[in-house]
């Protein structure tokens, strides 16, 4: 094989993950050799980090970075030299476009790292309409990914494929004339199709929400139990909109 055409290895769900990675918030820098992905989860470069090191006998670095984001937070940043694993993930991908050519003949463990990938990466959780159900406050969830590019069609269509609730793929338009693609899972249909995030922070509001709604797809759906109502309650009031995010109330 070729520098250029990297001796084909074979698939493990680490190299899927990084490959979900890579689609998403990772990068190769200009050198061509090193990999980088800066996040503000610590947890999300930890796990990042762990995924590469079974990949390379090259160090691996995690930093963090000195400024912080506009809200304030701290940036952290993994990089590895390997132009042998910044080739492959390029050729994986089509230069960072594509889902991979053979991804749907990976193990099903595989593809679904590959997607847990793109999920921490483009993913998101967000506590949304908050509402009086039955004399009681409560919220619901949304869960949904987008970016702009060709893989996140691709996804929806493969999600489609395997019986997986998903709502219409829209396209917009955005400020840098870029066209930007999304779609929203069906909460009940991503739990029982076990996907899932590696970023705590994300991860967290669907075992709350599992706790609270089990069996449920959507508040409509909630048995009209005291102890439910209870539960409900005690939640919506462990929260608070701040900056148009509800965030835990620290007593």
Not at 27 to 32: C, K, L, Q, T
Not at 133 to 141: I, L, P, Q, S, T
Not at 178 to 198: A, E, P, Q
Request: aromatic share 10%; charged share 30%; with cysteine.
């Amino acid at each position: 094989m070729s520098a250029d055409n990297p001796q084909p290895r074979k698939m493990t769900k680490d190299l899927a993950y990084i490959i979900g990675i890579y689609l998403g918030d990772g990068s190769v820098m200009s050198d061509g050799r090193t990999f980088c992905l800066q996040t503000i989860d610590k947890d999300f470069a930890e796990a990042c980090s762990n995924s590469i090191k079974s990949l390379t006998t090259n160090s691996v670095r995690t930093v963090n970075i000195l400024r912080l984001t506009v809200t304030k937070r701290q940036v952290y940043a993994v990089y590895v030299s390997d132009i042998k694993l910044c080739r492959l993930l390029k050729q994986q991908t089509n230069n960072r476009t594509n889902l991979p050519v053979d991804w749907l003949s990976w193990s099903e463990e595989e593809r679904k790292e590959l997607i847990s990938g793109l999920l921490d990466s483009e993913g998101y959780v967000s506590i949304t309409r908050l509402h009086e159900y039955a004399g009681k406050k409560v919220f619901d969830m949304k869960i949904g990914i987008g970016a702009c590019d060709q893989w996140v069609s691709e996804l929806h269509m493969y999600l489609r494929s395997e019986g997986l609730v998903v709502g219409d793929l829209y396209k917009e338009i955005i400020k840098s004339k870029k066209i930007f693609f999304k779609f929203i899972f069906n909460k009940k249909s991503f739990i029982d199709y076990g996907l899932y995030f590696k970023i705590g922070r994300k991860q967290q509001r669907i075992e709350e929400y599992k706790i609270l709604f089990p069996g449920s797809t959507t508040t409509r759906r909630i048995p009209k139990t005291i102890d439910t109502k209870d539960k409900i309650s005690i939640f919506a009031k462990s929260r608070k909109r701040v900056g148009g995010k509800f965030v835990k109330v620290v007593v």
